[in-house]
């Protein structure tokens, strides 16, 4: 589906409203919908909604700006983030320690940071799609970032058209915004590919996982770690 920036931002826009009122979004992205809020009321509505573990933290849907400001990496992980985002345009989700006194963080109800973040880490996605990006841009320079995961019951596979998002699913969300097939749509029902930037051991092999391994090989001669 071909949007202009102006419906991607009027779509961001309305989303963001919705979220930072309390409510909960289904929205497109390239590797999967997601579903999101950003109050402590939405997320816990979200967890339940979807059976998930606590076990299995939130995402942040994050913008480049808010891994520079919020993550905590040396050098040779600043530059391969850049390489996959700027160089490559890959999906990919990072996994890093991070400032939890972050002004970015602020206002953040601390039951979201604690079910968004793991042993000192916080998982944020980037670069998921032209949605994915104007979203968490305009969520970076307002100050109030989104958190929330795939928008499937756990367990059950990614879903890539709304059509296919349970009911459940659907019925508790506030707005759902609907582009069409996500460009990485896969029978295997995987998202994005997750890297824990510490170690760069893989958490989630999902869409792009090949390519990215041969970026981490070729550019950086880097063998990623198996995840268990």
Not at 69 to 83: F, S, T, V, Y
Not at 120 to 146: E, V, W, Y
């Amino acid at each position: 589906m071909n949007l202009t920036p102006e419906q991607l931002q009027k779509d961001a826009e309305a989303v963001y409203d919705v979220i930072i009122e309390g409510g909960i979004a289904i929205v497109p992205l390239d590797v999967a919908y997601a579903i999101v809020g950003h109050k402590g009321s939405a997320i816990k509505k979200i967890f339940s909604i979807k059976k998930r573990s606590f076990e299995k933290p939130s995402g942040m849907f994050a913008c480049m700006d808010h891994s520079l400001k919020i993550h905590q990496m040396g050098d040779m992980e600043r530059e391969i983030q850049r390489i996959l985002f700027h160089e490559y345009n890959l999906p990919f989700s990072v996994v890093a320690p991070f400032d939890t006194l972050s002004p970015d963080l602020v206002g953040v109800d601390p039951y979201v940071v604690s079910t968004s973040s793991k042993a000192g880490t916080l998982d944020m996605l980037l670069n998921a799609g032209l949605f994915h990006n104007t979203f968490s841009q305009l969520c970076f320079d307002r100050g109030k970032p989104a958190f929330g995961s795939s928008a499937n019951i756990s367990l059950t596979g990614s879903k890539f058209r709304v059509a296919d998002i349970e009911s459940e699913l659907i019925d508790v969300a506030d707005i759902v915004i609907d582009h069409g097939t996500a460009k990485y749509a896969n029978r295997e029902g995987v998202s994005s590919t997750i890297i824990d930037f510490r170690d760069f051991t893989v958490v989630r092999y999902g869409c792009c996982f090949d390519r990215i391994e041969e970026i981490f090989k070729e550019r950086f001669s880097i063998q990623l770690r198996p995840g268990e």
